[in-house]
C-alpha cells in the first residue's frame, strides 16, 4: 500500500505533522512508527517556541527541539522551525520590556541565536506567525507585545533571519485566511508590500485550523492561493486539523471530513503548493482532541480522512 510519504513524494509534495515529546516515549511505540513511515516532514508543535527555547532572557535550552531536528535527520525527514516571533509564545520577560529599542535587540537576538544554532539542519522557518489582525481596518493585531520595536519589525524580523541563514526559506504564518476574506487581504497586503521593500521572504503558511463544514470552493481557496503564488510566492498548509461536529464520529461525519481534507489538499496540489502538514498525529493527542481533526485515531489507525488525503494525491 502507499503511504502518504510515498504519494506525496510522487506529486513534489512534503506531507507531514506537528510532533510532541511522544515521539520519545517507550510507551507509546506507534507514535513514532507512524510519523517515520508516513511523513517526510515534521515540525516541533512547541519546542522551538521563544518560550521553550529562551525562558530567560538569552538563556537558551534547546533540548528537546535538538532531539526532534536529530530524530528527523537521522531518519531522511525535514524539519519546519515553528517559530520564531509570535506573540502569543513569547514569555513574560519579553511582555515586561519597555523601550523599542530593548525589544529589538531582544527580537534580533533571539532570531539570530535560534537560525544559527540550527543553522543547515532547519531550512524552513515560520519567522512571523499570526500578526495580522482579526479586525479589518487594523493590519496588525494590537495585543502584540512586538510592535513596541517599531512598525517595520515583521520586515526587520525576516532581514535578521535572512541574515543568519541566507540559505533558508522563510515563511510568514497566520490562520484564518484560508480563503477569499478581510484577514486574506490584509495577509496578502503586508506580505506584496514586504516584496515591494525587498524583504526576504519565500512564502506564506496557511494554518488550516478549520472544521467539517468548511468549504475549499465555497471560500475560494484556490483563487485566495493562487493570488499568493502569483506574487511568486511559496504556499504551504501549515497545521492542517479538521475538527468534526458535536455529534462525534459518526460514519457521515468521518466521511464529511476526509472530503475537506481531500478538498484542501487538492486546492494545495492546484497551486503546486510545496507542503501540507497536520497539526498532530493522532487524534488523542491533538491540542483540539475533542474535534478528532486528524488522520488517524487515537489507536493509529488510519481514518476515511487519510483516504481523503491519499485519494487527492
Ligand atoms: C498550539 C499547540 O498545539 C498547543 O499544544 C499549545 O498549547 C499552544 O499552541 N497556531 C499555531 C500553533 O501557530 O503554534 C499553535 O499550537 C496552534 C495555533
Known sequence: APTLKSAATARGLLIGGAVSASLFDDLDPDYADTVAREFSVVVSENGMKWKALEGTQNVFAYGLADAVVAWATQRGLAVRGHTLVWHDSAPAWVYALKTPQEMRSAIRNHITQVVTHFGPKVMTWDVVNEAVADTPGHPLRANSPFALAGSDYIDAAFRWAHAANPAARLYYNDYGAEGLNGKSDAVYALVKGML?????????????????????????????????????????????????????????????????????????????????????VNDASSWRSGGRPLLFDDDYAKKPAYGGVIGAL
Do not use: K
Open 196 to 280: 515591494a521593500r525587498g524583504v526576504p521572504i519565500t512564502g506564506v503558511g496557511f494554518q488550516t485550523h478549520v472544521d467539517s463544514t468548511f468549504s475549499v470552493e465555497g471560500t475560494g481557496m484556490r483563487t485566495n492561493l493562487q493570488r499568493f503564488r502569483d506574487l511568486g510566492l511559496d504556499v504551504q498548509l501549515t497545521e492542517v486539523d479538521v475538527t468534526l461536529p458535536a455529534s462525534g464520529a459518526t460514519p457521515a461525519n468521518l466521511e464529511r471530513q476526509a472530503q475537506v481534507y481531500r478538498d484542501l489538499v487538492a486546492a494545495c496540489l492546484s497551486v503546486r503548493c510545496s507542503a501540507v502538514v497536520t497539526w498532530g
